[in-house]
């Protein structure tokens, strides 16, 4: 089975600042996902990657296949960022069986 | 639909009782995907269907809990003589094609906060 750890577990930050909330994976994947939930929300799908890098907006995913590392980015950041930011991976023929890490929680302070 | 909707959004059980949480998934979409999110843990995987074809049940805990997707659409998990460990969020989410590769972007509801007392 795929590990999948996310750091920090907590994040507070200032509004303004940089944020980077990391992911990393013991098993080789087809593809990670970023994903977002607001307290008592739902979760909404940022991005899937499977190599390089994708942007959107103030958002930015990086994945580094051969360190199993993946990392996302939020410039800027506001208080309406603040949520749970989830990692999760899809591995060879089940890519669909995904393994979620903990998420990391972001608090973003006006 | 506009998205993935499901229902009931909050269900308060007895132990030992039986319970069945609805999804309706974005409308066209094959693929649909039941997790069982516990407080404070990410999401795990519980069932995929590919239109009404379970594929993969390996996630259902134990064989009090069922899930069919009869039509190819709407899909129900149901779950039989609840105790308080199935307590939990079932997320359910739905995606445009088969498995998850591509452009293939998964779409959740908002789910069902199951509470067994």
């Known amino acids: 089975k795929n590990e999948v750890e996310q750091s920090p577990q907590n994040l507070t930050a200032q509004e303004g600042e940089f944020i980077t909330i990391n992911c990393s994976y013991s098993?080789?994947?087809?593809?990670l996902h970023w994903l977002q939930q607001h307290p008592g929300g739902g979760i909404v799908s940022l991005f899937m990657?499977?190599?390089g890098k994708k942007k959107h907006g103030r958002l930015i995913a990086t994945i580094n296949i051969q360190e199993k590392h993946s990392s996302l980015h939020i410039t800027a950041s506001h208080p309406r960022d603040s949520a749970v930011y989830i990692c999760?991976?899809?591995?060879?023929?089940?890519?669909?069986?995904?393994?979620f890490g903990k998420g990391t929680l972001l608090t973003v302070n006006p | 639909g506009a998205g993935v909707s499901q229902s009931p959004r909050y269900k308060v059980a007895k132990r030992g009782q039986d319970v069945a949480l609805r999804c309706d998934p974005i409308s066209g979409h094959v693929s649909l995907f039941w997790y069982q999110q516990a407080l404070g843990q990410g999401p795990e995987f519980l069932t995929y269907?590919?239109?009404?074809?379970?594929?993969?049940k390996s996630g259902l805990p134990s064989d009090r809990f069922f899930a069919e997707r009869p039509e190819g659409s709407v899909s129900t998990l149901k779950i039989q003589r609840t105790q308080q460990e199935d307590s939990a969020v079932y997320l359910c989410?739905?995606?445009?094609?088969?498995?998850?590769?591509?452009?293939?972007?998964?779409?959740f509801g908002a789910g069902s906060r199951l509470t067994v007392l």
């Open positions: 269907f590919q239109n009404e074809a379970q594929l993969d």
């Open positions: 989410a739905s995606s445009r094609t088969g498995g998850l590769s591509g452009a293939n972007v998964l779409t």
């Open positions: 999760a991976v899809g591995s060879g023929g089940s890519n669909y069986k995904l393994t």
């Open positions: 990657l499977s190599s």
């Open positions: 098993v080789g994947i087809s593809a």
